[in-house]
């Protein structure tokens, strides 16, 4: 390795489900209306913050367990994740379900 040149940096946190290039289901409940996915991601840090957005529009936040449901339309999607250190990561997938 060159003088000066670290070694990669290992991301802190991780997108569970979906998987890259995934595709998701929404299933229809029992009583006929759509239903939802959870989207789950990991930290390193167990007290680490993590901001969800999909689409580009806000889903929320979670602590400690990384688990936030949402109701995405047929097609492709992005879900994003940025932690309270500003480490970001974005997953593309396909829900095959209709809203």
Partial sequence: MKPGVGAPVEPSMGI???ESGGRVYVP???DGTPGKT???AAHRNGR???YWHLDGEYLGETTELHFIEARPSAGRHLITIVDDQGEELTREFVCLSEE
């Fill in 28 to 30: 229809i409940e029992l």
């Fill in 48 to 50: 680490a913050t993590i």
């Fill in 16 to 18: 569970v489900f979906p």
């Fill in 38 to 40: 959870v989207f789950h």
